[in-house]
């Protein structure tokens, strides 16, 4: 299969851009005015969980790339998923782990409004920095074109989200029927996104797995955690917790995997790794998760059950 992908020569970006302007379409599809009026009657959870995913996983993706050494191109793919909005597969997550689906769209829609903004400001820090103190990289230097990554933004996720609102409103019905089989489409899009970039690199990867593979994955166990004890010391309820667990976790790959890629803005295919990596993992740490909090939910309700 890796033979036939290198013989078609297939740029990547083509593959990336369809994939990731069907999920911002489908999730303008879904939104309503009441997704966003989630800020005023839901205050405190959106605060939570935007607060989990804008700025304590970049934080977080910042310390575990500088403690584990990465190299700067891995460094900055790291950051760069930390960066990006919830995924929209974290709505079906939400559904499954019997969480608070609204306040998941809510949270998924708002994020990617405000990381048009937020994304590119840290990117932009986080190269400045690692560049102003020489770091090198045995893949070339870095450079991040921040005018271009605000045009590339506004093109592949606020237009289609707009384009789907406008579907939505002004062809209710039709709307209704795509959704559903974009919806379809979300997580095999996702998977098929990362396995094609995993079978072209597949041997960089396997190089570099060992401190890579334990970032990524430290990323999105202390994702976890930090949202749940967020949630704890903030008195939300169960319901909300897993909701902002699971949101703030699920990142957007498709869109850090567009970016990373793009001629336009990095040009780099090896920073994709990190997203690519934290794309599988992700999935693979909340399906445990989800499998663990219904197992709890399960023989907490026998235990209620049991005649005293």
């Known amino acids: 299969m890796r033979q036939l992908y290198e013989e078609i020569e297939v740029n990547p970006i083509f593959i990336v851009l369809p994939i990731l302007t069907i999920l911002t379409y489908s999730l303008g ?3 309503k005015s009441d997704d966003f009026k989630m800020l005023l009657k839901k205050p405190l959870p959106m605060a ?4 989990g995913q804008l700025v304590v996983l970049p934080v977080i993706a910042i310390a575990i790339a500088y403690f584990m050494g990465l190299d700067t191109v891995f460094f900055i793919g790291l950051v760069l998923i930390a960066c990006c ?5 974290s709505n079906i997550f939400s559904y499954i782990a019997k969480g608070d689906v609204a306040l ?3 949270m998924t829609a708002v994020s990617s409004i405000v990381t048009l903004v937020t994304l590119p400001v840290i990117m932009s820090i986080c190269v400045t ?19 271009k990554l605000l045009v590339q933004n506004v093109v592949l996720m606020l237009i289609p989200i707009i384009l789907g609102v406008l579907t939505q ?5 039709a709307a209704v029927k795509i959704s559903k089989v974009l919806s379809k489409f979300a997580f095999p899009c996702l998977i098929l996104l990362a396995s094609i970039f995993f079978i072209k690199h597949y041997q960089n990867i396997a190089n570099h797995l060992d401190k890579l593979g334990l970032s990524v994955l430290l990323l999105v166990i202390f994702a976890v955690i930090a949202a749940s004890l967020l949630s704890r010391l903030c008195h939300q309820s169960s319901k909300t917790r897993r909701t902002i667990v699971i949101e703030v976790a699920m990142q ?3 869109q850090a995997i567009a970016i990373a890629s793009s001629p336009f803005v990095f040009n780099s295919e090896i920073m994709t790794i990190p997203p ?3 794309a599988l993992v992700m999935n693979i740490v909340l399906l445990v998760y989800v499998g663990a909090i219904l197992r709890k939910d399960e023989g907490s309700a026998l235990v209620a059950a049991k005649p005293e």
């Open 252 to 254: 957007n790959a498709a």
């Open 169 to 173: 409103h002004y062809f209710k019905n």
């Open 276 to 278: 690519i990596l934290y």
């Open 104 to 106: 998941s769209v809510s």
């Open 129 to 147: 920095i690692l560049n102003a103190n020489g770091a090198e990289s045995e893949f070339g230097t870095v450079q991040l074109p921040v005018g």
């Open 48 to 51: 939570v969980g935007l607060t």
């Open 29 to 31: 599809l879904t939104l």
């Open 85 to 89: 909005p919830g995924g929209s597969s």
